[in-house]
């Protein structure tokens, strides 16, 4: 099991910028690629983003493709989810999660591949 650690979720308002960590291991970024998910209330679970180490590979879903950017701090061991222009349909719990690969997760349409999955950090946008 990899750990996984989310953290940065936050009341917003409508229009603004947050951005989430995921701490995890060195070793997990050797031999994972991290994605982030996001579950609203009564909602299905979707894919946002996903990226691997070392290629510097990076996938997006069509949820938040032009609104989103991932990134990460080997150094840290953490991976970022910037997201701008919040709206209150991106109230959410959003999990980051260790796959074996980026391009099985979204071939799968961000459906399977995941191997671990953090617990989650709750961003809520409204005014």
């Known amino acids: 099991q990899v750990q996984l650690v989310e953290s940065g979720g936050d009341l917003v308002q409508p229009g603004g910028s947050l951005r989430l960590s995921c701490l995890t291991s060195?070793?997990?970024?050797?031999?994972?690629?991290i994605a982030w998910f996001r579950q609203a209330p009564g909602k299905e679970r979707e894919g946002i983003s996903c990226t691997s180490h070392p290629d510097g590979l990076t996938r997006y879903a069509e949820s938040m493709q032009f609104r989103s950017s991932i990134s990460m701090d080997r150094a840290k061991s953490t991976v970022y989810l910037q997201m701008s222009k919040l709206e209150p349909e991106d109230t959410a719990v959003y999990h980051c999660?260790?796959?074996?690969?980026?391009?099985?997760?979204?071939?799968?349409?961000?459906?399977?591949?995941?191997?671990?999955w953090g617990e989650g950090t709750l961003v809520t946008v409204s005014s």
């Open positions: 060195e070793s997990a970024l050797d031999y994972y690629s």
């Open positions: 999660a260790a796959a074996a690969s980026c391009i099985a997760v979204v071939a799968s349409r961000w459906q399977h591949g995941i191997h671990s």
